[in-house]
């Protein structure tokens, strides 16, 4: 059974900075993409990052130059590191596996999801 666990939440100032972290268990598929997304209050899911079983990584338009994705293959693990942070940046943070996909073809449909980390940015 795939399990994704996150962590690293908190709250934070604007211009702070924070690592989400998720590690994944019971996986066993070779080819994969992983996934950061998030949800505020009110609004739809949409994606932050992803990086895939290549390296290659994708950004929101709003997240680039300040979040960098990154993976501990050794570990079952990927990173989300934040700076820079920003009120808009608040959100419930979701980490996301999708097997056979790549950073091209990930989308928020047929994913295994962890159950969020929270990330609050004060002004």
């Known amino acids: 059974q795939v399990q994704l666990l996150e962590s690293g939440g908190g709250s934070v100032q604007a211009g702070g900075s924070l690592t989400l972290s998720c590690v994944r268990s019971g996986y066993t598929h070779r080819s994969y993409c992983m996934g950061w997304f998030r949800q505020a209050p009110g609004k739809e899911r949409e994606a932050v990052a992803y990086i895939d079983t290549s390296g290659s990584t994708s950004y929101a338009d709003s997240v680039k130059g300040r979040f960098t994705i990154s993976q501990d293959n050794a570990k079952n693990t990927v990173y989300l590191q934040m700076n820079s942070l920003r009120p808009e940046d608040t959100a419930m943070y979701y980490c996301?596996?999708?097997?056979?996909?790549?950073?091209?073809?990930?989308?928020?449909?047929?994913?295994?999801w962890g159950r969020g980390t929270q990330v609050t940015v004060s002004s």
């Open positions: 996301a596996a999708a097997p056979g996909r790549t950073v091209a073809t990930m989308t928020p449909d047929h994913n295994y």
